[in-house]
């Protein structure tokens, strides 16, 4: 979908007007545009005499139409005609949005004299004051809302915000607005924006006309009824007119309000590339239709029926398609996991059982009569049986062990030449039994505690009893060692 496109609806009793607009830097860009009208003149002619609304056949014939035409769009927005909901300017005690939002529905319920439950309502504040704030209300049958809104969705153009087409109006023309009473008439509706206070908004009314009524009287009337209306840093000097009928004069309304009256350009707001069929109602509906998408393009404040009603969950529900589905996959990616791991797992277990199982039968060969313990100790016990092999093999023990007499005069010779070579050593007699070895010598004056000193540092040998005499300078001693 394109980030940059959106499809505007501007749905009214007799006709939608369908755009699909891309913003710009100075404003909203229509990029293609077309109609859509009831099968039959009766049709239309009934739901002006007031039976019910249907908007079904016309919402299948737009998602035609856009696929017929190849739209390509991210979101929708859509704008209700004025003769679809009602509209009342209310006095909140609150100045909190929240607190404001909480109860405005029964302050419409009450100023408006409808149902608040099978009613959709929407809101803006305007203004406020010390007791409280001034809140416009708008409110549309729950059925028709219903009916819009479902038709769309059916034909997979949910739309994301709804709103009355004087607030979509007012969001094109806004900067205009300024100092100025912004005013567009068609043949069968007239709109009137006006200017915004130094601390409230654009306060905006719609009304509905005829092909006969007097446009310029008609201006004269419910302007000056605005402005005694307001305070006075609302009053405008100004008039702009955007006038499809060419039945507004503006000299003499310029007259009977006393204010200037100028022709307004749309066309710096909306462009448009022209077709030879298009009339100046048309653009109006296409601006309103615009000005729909342009809640969408950009961070502005919005009059929306659905927030409250129906609230739009199509981001949402595709959040939550897009969770579900990754969360599908990890979890079919954890399983698939598991289950390498686990086979990984059962492979090396049963290589491990046959290694373990071939290690028991040749240990019970290489330790005859021994009892196989676990692994690890089997291990340990090999390493010390091949460290005492090698011992034998290099005369270190017998092959009986280490109380051989090669062993223990390895040691004791080890012993002996550890000790410092100022220690002058004589051996007279060494006797060797299966468990001792006594050894009979001298050395020079204090030289036997370096002697006994190196036997007991030895990692084989251990002191037994000793004793030593000095005599002619020397020290003689007598020394028994075992085996440790």
């Given at each position: ?51 019910k609304f249907s908007f079904t056949p016309i919402a299948a014939k737009i998602a035609a139409i856009c696929t017929e035409k190849q739209f390509v ?22 100045q909190d949005y929240r607190q404001i939002a909480q109860t405005v529905r029964f302050d419409a319920e009450e100023a408006l004299a409808v149902d ?215 979890f079919l990616l954890f399983v698939v996991l598991g289950v390498l791991l686990q086979m990984s797992y059962y492979r090396t277990n049963k290589d ?133």
């Amino acid at each position: 979908m394109e980030q940059n496109k959106y499809l505007g609806i501007y749905i009214a009793a007799e006709k939608a007007t369908v755009v699909l607009t891309a913003k710009t830097a100075g404003g909203v860009e229509i990029l293609d545009y077309f109609c859509v009208e009831p099968e039959t003149e009766g049709q239309g002619q009934q739901q002006e005499q007031g039976r019910k609304f249907s908007f079904t056949p016309i919402a299948a014939k737009i998602a035609a139409i856009c696929t017929e035409k190849q739209f390509v769009f991210s979101d929708v927005a859509v704008a209700v005609d004025c003769r679809l909901y009602r509209q009342q300017k209310l006095h909140s005690e609150f100045q909190d949005y929240r607190q404001i939002a909480q109860t405005v529905r029964f302050d419409a319920e009450e100023a408006l004299a409808v149902d608040a439950a099978q009613t959709a309502i929407a809101f803006e504040v305007i203004g406020k004051q010390l007791s409280g704030s001034e809140v416009a209300a708008f409110a549309a049958g729950a059925e028709v809302m219903s009916e819009i809104i479902t038709a769309l969705q059916n034909n997979k153009l949910d739309p994301v915000i709804i709103e009355p087409d004087s607030i979509c109006l007012r969001r094109i023309v806004e900067d205009v607005s300024k100092g100025a009473i912004v005013a567009a008439v068609s043949q069968t509706r007239c709109f009137l924006i006006c200017s915004p206070g130094a601390d409230s908004r654009a306060f905006v009314r719609s009304f509905l006309t005829s092909p006969a009524q007097n446009k310029t009287a008609l201006f004269a009337r419910e302007i000056t009824l605005t402005m005694t209306a307001f305070s006075a840093d609302r009053r405008a000097e100004t008039i702009k007119i955007y006038d499809t009928t060419g039945q507004v004069d503006f000299k003499t309304l310029g007259e009977q309000t006393a204010m200037t009256v100028e022709a307004l350009d749309l066309t710096a707001k909306v462009a448009l590339q022209p077709k030879e069929d298009s009339k100046d109602s048309e653009y109006l509906e296409m601006v309103i239709a615009a000005g729909a998408t342009a809640g969408l393009a950009g961070k502005t404040e919005k009059v929306d029926f659905r927030a409250e009603f129906m609230p739009y969950q199509g981001k949402k529900i595709a959040f939550e398609k897009t969770i579900k589905i990754i969360s599908m996959s990890l979890f079919l990616l954890f399983v698939v996991l598991g289950v390498l791991l686990q086979m990984s797992y059962y492979r090396t277990n049963k290589d491990r059982g046959r290694v373990e199982e071939q290690f028991k039968k040749e240990y019970i060969i290489a330790m005859p009569g021994a009892k196989f313990p676990k692994s690890k100790e089997a291990v340990r016990k090999l390493k010390s049986e091949i460290n005492r092999i090698r011992d034998v093999k290099s005369g270190l023990l017998s092959a009986s062990g280490e109380d051989s007499v090669e062993a223990k005069l390895t040691f004791l010779f080890e012993a002996l030449n550890s000790v410092p070579t100022n220690v002058d050593i004589e051996i007279e007699k060494i006797a060797i039994t299966t468990k001792t070895m006594n050894i009979t010598g001298s050395t020079n004056s204090g030289g036997y505690l370096q002697l006994f000193g190196a036997i007991d540092k030895h990692s084989k040998l251990t002191r037994g009893q000793s004793s030593y005499q000095s005599k002619d300078g020397r020290d003689n001693f007598r020394l028994t060692i075992e085996l440790k």
